[in-house]
Nanobody, 124 residues
């Protein structure tokens, strides 16, 4: 089992920044690929970003490329999502997730464990 807890959500003005953190406990964190997803009100949960277990490969949704950066610190069992130039359409609950297999990282079905989510609100 892997337990994931997200931190760092909140309210920010458009154009501002937030950094989300997700700390894992349980099995070896460094063996999992990690992802961030988000779910806006009334919409499905969608992929935001993912990072391989080595940290050497990262992937982003087109909507966040150039604005968001995913990173990880395996020594701290933590994955981060730095979000810059936030926009009102970034408002959502953000979830981190852990994947033991690396073949389906763009879809929620590819992940084994999920955090409880953290709310990000952007005011215009």
């Amino acid at each position: 089992q892997v337990q994931l807890v997200e931190f760092g959500g909140g309210l920010v003005q458009a154009g501002g920044s937030l950094r989300l953190s997700c700390t894992a406990s349980g099995r070896t964190f460094s063996s999992y690929a990690m992802g961030w997803f988000r779910q806006a009100p009334g919409k499905e949960r969608v992929f935001v970003a993912a990072i391989m277990w080595t940290g050497g490969h990262t992937y982003y949704a087109d909507s966040v490329k150039g604005r968001f950066t995913i990173s990880r610190d395996n020594a701290k069992n933590t994955v981060y999502l730095q979000m810059n130039s936030l926009r009102p359409d970034d408002v959502a609950v953000y979830y981190c997730a852990a994947a033991s297999q690396f073949t389906n990282l763009f879809y929620g079905a590819g992940y084994d464990y999920w955090g409880q989510g953290t709310q990000v609100t952007v005011s215009s």
